[in-house]
């Protein structure tokens, strides 16, 4: 088989890149481990930037997320059973975020490429690429017990954290940069109305949670917990429990609770591998970086890097130029770095750092006091919330 571009993954960064592409003419094949109803199964934030937003409508999947997706204008901040709104459209000169799932992103996408009749070959097993520091890159798979290969121009690497493109790149040639915090994220899905029409953060001498939401009648919430917690000794009923204590007097007078649809806990990770690009082979997405949750990039990061990538390759079909190839892991990590730090900082804010010495307390403290009380401050906070430019 031959394709101009052959797409590893078929998450959010790889469909989102596939669509891109066809809508320039350029044919994409996209290989995937899994399933397309497994990837429909994982649960992730649910935040937009205004950019994100726009290339959605750019890739002509935007209908949708107009439709159904939540505009915020704010967020909260809830500092020890008081609440702070940071008002997004005033601090950032009109902007807001859409409240919409990344599954439903995913299954937009997805639709969006069976509807054109792009080809994607799921449950694609022992996926290995080869030579794509030459001209000819091309990749190897068994689909239904066949063996496949692919030759393409270029391959994108959107296989997310534990996928097999950057795993193929020479040690040598990469620098890995990592941070793993000592706390995971205990997250709950249910049925239930949001306690409040904004999202919370909250933090509390028991430990960070976040209200969130995917629609008025669906809620997601999360508990931060020790990395030595398991799920199974979390019931419904302990979690709503433990979530009431930790919220303020309001939200936990509104809180309204039902059975799980969905528990599960992730760690927190801060990576980024460098550079973004060997040869013919890009990375993109969660197969280069990984932030932290806490204020929703990872998916905003993956839709910015499938942005650069996409206009670098129409570049090349389009005008035979180098240039935005050359300059895509610049570009990217660019970008990547500050939400990387914005990530890194939220999370360092909002969550309880008791296992840190009593001074690195104090200067939350101190820094959580500024913020609130600091307009500029708070400008910081919110231009980066909702995304800086691209
Ligand atoms: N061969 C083929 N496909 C693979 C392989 C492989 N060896 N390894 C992984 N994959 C597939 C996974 O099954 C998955 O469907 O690659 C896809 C990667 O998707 P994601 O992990 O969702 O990564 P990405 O598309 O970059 O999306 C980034 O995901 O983790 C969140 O916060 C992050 O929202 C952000 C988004
Ligand atoms: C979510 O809704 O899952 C969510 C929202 C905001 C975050 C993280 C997760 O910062």
Redesign the pocket.
């Known amino acids: 088989m031959r394709t101009q571009v052959l797409i ?7 469909l989102l890149l596939g669509q891109l592409l066809h809508r320039a003419g350029i044919d994409t094949l996209i ?4 399933s397309g109803e497994h ?1 429909l199964t ?1 649960i ?2 649910g935040v937009l930037e205004p950019g994100t937003a726009e290339l959605m409508d750019e890739a002509g999947v935007g209908a949708r997320l107009r439709a159904e997706g939540l505009v915020h204008d704010g967020f909260a901040l809830a500092i020890d059973g008081v609440r702070h709104r940071i008002d997004l459209r005033a601090l950032t000169g009109g902007r807001s975020v859409l409240v919409y799932g ?1 599954t439903e992103v995913t299954r937009d996408l997805m639709s969006a490429r069976a509807e054109a009749g792009l080809p994607t070959l799921y449950d ?1 097993a022992e ?1 290995r690429i080869a030579d794509f520091d030459t001209e000819r890159p091309h990749a190897h ?1 068994v689909v239904n017990g066949a063996a496949i290969r692919i030759d393409a121009d270029f391959i994108a690497g ?7 493109c950057r795993a193929s790149v020479p040690a040598d040639a990469l620098r890995l940069f990592e941070k793993v915090y000592p706390f995971g994220w205990l997250g709950l899905l249910s049925d239930t109305p949001p306690v409040s029409d904004e999202l919370i953060y909250g933090r509390h001498p028991r430990g960070f949670t976040l209200c969130s939401m995917r629609s008025p009648t669906r809620s997601r919430y999360y508990l931060q917990v020790p990395l030595t917690e398991r799920v199974q000794h979390w019931s419904d009923d302990r979690f709503w429990e433990e979530l009431r204590r930790r919220l303020d007097p309001e939200a936990a007078d509104r809180l309204v609770t039902g059975p799980s649809l969905e528990k599960s806990i992730a760690p927190l990770r801060s990576f980024v591998a460098e550079p973004m690009r060997f040869g013919r082979l890009f990375l ?4 280069a970086h ?2 932290p ?1 806490t204020g929703a990039k ?2 905003n ?2 839709a910015s890097d499938v942005r650069y990538l996409s206009q670098a390759l129409i570049e090349h079909y389009r005008e035979r130029s180098q240039a935005g190839i050359d300059h895509y892991s610049s570009r990217c990590l660019s970008r990547v770095w500050k939400a990387e730090r914005f990530s890194w900082w939220l999370t360092s804010l909002m969550h309880n750092v008791d296992q840190e010495p009593a001074f690195q307390a104090r200067l939350q403290q101190a820094e959580l006091d500024y913020v609130l009380g600091s307009e500029a401050a708070l400008r910081v906070l919110a231009e980066n919330y909702v995304g800086l430019p691209v």
Do not use: N, T
């Open positions: 590893v993954g078929a998450g959010p960064s790889g290989l995937e481990r899994q990837v994982r992730r934030a990344q694609a996926v798979c959107c296989d997310g954290f534990h996928g097999v993109a997405g969660d197969a990984i932030v949750p990872g998916l990061l993956a």
